[in-house]
């Protein structure tokens, strides 16, 4: 492998973990938000909740880094063959992502559905991760791509 191949590589690995990060901050944030109501502190509220923020976050972000893994490697590679230039293209292929990593989720822990708020939320999220990856790495890697196809002419 040469050495340009590898720092591709480990652009998009930096890259896939900012996408799963704002994947996970953006779905825990829409399932978060029916408690932001006003409702004095009840049970179930957003402040009640707060403390709990940092292992929901975690627990969320090892979930969502083992279960849209294969997801995201078919978008590079597709991404890749189809010389993806745009960041829709990305944040589409996060939002249908999506799909399959509810069904691996659904495979390690049961239904999904029964968590609703999650499954509706997890469609935003992929598409925000898929945003997120090209601003961190896509676009690198798209010229990166472009220059080295330059090179070979």
Same mark, same amino acid.
Do not use: K, Q
């Given at each position: 492998?040469?050495?340009?191949?590898?720092?591709?590589?480990?652009?998009v690995?930096?890259?896939?973990?900012? +996408?799963?990060?704002?994947?996970?901050?953006?779905?825990?944030a =829409?399932?978060?938000?029916?408690?932001?109501?006003?409702?004095?502190?009840?049970?179930?509220?957003?402040?009640?909740? =707060?403390?709990d923020?940092?292992?929901?976050?975690?627990?969320?972000?090892?979930?969502?880094?083992?279960?849209?893994?294969?997801?995201?490697?078919?978008?590079?590679?597709?991404?890749?063959?189809?010389?993806?230039?745009?960041?829709?293209a990305? +944040?589409?292929?996060?939002?249908?992502?999506?799909?399959?990593? =509810?069904?691996?989720?659904?495979?390690?822990?049961?239904?999904?559905?029964?968590?609703?708020?999650?499954?509706?939320?997890?469609?935003?999220?992929?598409?925000?991760?898929?945003?997120?990856?090209?601003?961190?790495?896509?676009? =690198?890697?798209?010229?990166?791509? +472009?220059?080295?196809?330059?090179?070979? +002419?």
């Amino acid at each position: 492998m040469t050495g340009r191949r590898i720092a591709t590589i480990l652009i998009v690995g930096f890259g896939y973990l900012v +996408a799963v990060c704002a994947a996970v901050v953006v779905t825990v944030a =829409l399932i978060f938000s029916p408690f932001a109501l006003p409702d004095d502190g009840a049970n179930g509220s957003l402040f009640s909740l =707060l403390g709990d923020l940092p292992f929901i976050l975690a627990v969320g972000f090892f979930w969502t880094v083992s279960c849209a893994l294969p997801g995201f490697i078919v978008a590079i590679l597709l991404g890749e063959s189809e010389r993806w230039e745009h960041w829709w293209a990305y +944040a589409v292929a996060g939002l249908a992502n999506a799909v399959p990593s =509810l069904a691996i989720f659904g495979v390690f822990v049961g239904s999904p559905f029964e968590m609703p708020s999650m499954v509706m939320a997890s469609f935003p999220g992929g598409f925000a991760g898929g945003a997120a990856y090209w601003l961190s790495a896509g676009r =690198l890697v798209a010229r990166r791509r +472009a220059v080295a196809s330059t090179d070979v +002419a």
